[in-house]
């Protein structure tokens, strides 16, 4: 077993990492992942062709009883793998908004809908017939194309199947070529880029295997020269593969990482929510619950939670404003000595102290306005004041009630109660 044998076993590996990573989401996800789930087929159907075509596997079928059996196993997933990202192209590409001229990608991907499912019945067909007719199969390969060179049966065979790649391959590039010039999204355009150039890779590939193999009929290569065409072309296409399935995961990981990002957002927003919805225990959907039991709550998407916990903390916050004087700010700001998010925590601590000890609701007190300017701006504003929260001695912010409260006018105590 050689170098390029073990880069074999790693890309098959990868590719079925990424199929078993992908399927719960195309098989039991939402509408939008199982319009993917064609994507998914692609990613499995490779996946056993690659396996095929690793050391142990490949001479293990190559000599069962029938010969070279792993070369057709290989072509069958193979092209179902293509039909399967075909579908794909035609699910994510062939729909436009009404009104207008239809786009150029999507009059392509309507032609590759239209051909694409025929073309792949007759290249299984043709692919079948020829493989036990034709090819000379008397003593079983190791390498396929290296130790069939210069015979026409074999020649005919692999140029059906490498025609039907190429072309997929091809509309694929073509499709991926122009979503990575619209893509907006950094990580969405490097995936895009990837999988573009592994198509491209693809099209190389496909083109060169075929001239060498006609070539070959007509003037025989060497031993030697036909075994390293043969490794070096199959290096290329460890490389396609590698930039697909890394190109096609780097979208779901970002999205995965900003999943995390959000998990990451809860878990430090949780003891200042926790704390406020405790305090007023009507406000929030359910009561809060410990945070791991929060975080297992899968009815609820990461982003939404986070959202709600956002929103039912400025809820609270407004909410403590009318159980404290105007003169805790300036108080809670002192104590912090400039740091904004630790004044924040001061006088959030302190005004549950001071609800807590009965204090009468009355007039809003002032607080300082933020100034997010977007609901990730304040969701990073609300973690640096709960992780100031965490920070801060309940004692030291209870301290800041007394003097605050000094101006009997500013004083809650002091109004009537809010009917």
């Not at 807590?356 to 009355?362: F, H, K, S």
């Not at 301290?399 to 105590?413: H, K």
Request: aromatic residues 10%.
């Amino acid at each position: 077993m050689n170098v390029l044998d073990l880069a074999g076993y790693l890309i098959a590996g990868l590719m079925t990492a990424v199929a078993l990573w992908r399927m719960p989401a195309a098989l039991w996800g939402d509408e939008e992942d199982k319009r993917r789930r064609a994507l998914w087929g692609c990613y499995a159907g490779f996946a056993v062709a690659l396996w095929t075509k690793t050391h142990i596997v490949r001479i293990g079928l190559n000599n069962s009883p029938v010969t070279d059996l792993a070369v057709l196993i290989k072509h069958y997933t193979a092209t179902i793998a293509i039909l399967a990202i075909l579908s794909y192209i035609v699910a994510i590409y062939g729909q436009y908004p009404q009104g207008g001229d239809v786009p150029r990608h999507v009059r392509f991907a309507r032609i590759v809908q239209h051909v694409a499912t025929k073309a792949s019945v007759a290249t299984l067909i043709l692919l079948t017939v020829l493989f036990f007719t034709v090819v000379d199969r008397s003593i079983p390969s190791d390498r396929f194309v290296s130790d069939h060179a210069g015979q026409w049966g074999a020649t005919l065979y692999m140029s059906v199947f490498y025609l039907y790649l190429g072309a997929a391959s091809a509309v694929c590039a073509y499709q991926w070529a122009l979503a990575t010039a619209d893509a907006r999204l950094r990580h969405l355009r490097i995936g895009l880029g990837m999988m573009t150039a592994a198509m491209f890779i693809g099209v190389g590939y496909t083109v060169s295997r075929t001239l060498f193999m006609w070539v070959s009929v007509v003037d025989r290569p060497s031993t030697a020269f036909a075994q390293g065409f043969d490794k070096g072309t199959e290096v290329a296409q460890l490389v396609l593969f590698a930039l697909f399935a890394v190109g096609a995961s780097i979208p779901a990981c970002s999205k995965g990482w900003r999943r995390a990002k959000l998990w990451r957002a809860q878990a430090r927003l949780h003891p200042l929510w926790r704390a406020l919805m405790t305090a007023f225990p009507d406000q929030p959907f359910e009561p809060p619950a410990s945070l791991a039991r929060e975080l297992l709550r899968f009815d609820t998407p990461a982003d939404l939670a986070v959202d709600r916990w956002a929103a039912d903390i400025a809820d609270a916050v407004e909410k403590l404003r009318h159980y404290v004087p105007d003169r805790l700010l300036p108080a809670a700001k002192k104590a912090a000595a400039g740091d904004a998010p630790l004044a924040d925590a001061y006088w959030i601590k302190a005004a549950l102290a001071a609800k807590a000890n009965g204090a009468p609701a009355g007039p809003a007190a002032a607080v300082e306005p933020q100034h997010a300017t977007d609901q990730d701006g304040e969701v990073a504003w609300l973690v640096r004041v709960a992780a100031a929260y965490r920070k801060v001695d309940e004692a030291r912010a209870r301290t800041l009630l007394a003097p605050a409260a000094e101006d009997g006018a500013d004083s809650p105590a002091a109004t009537e109660p809010i009917a």
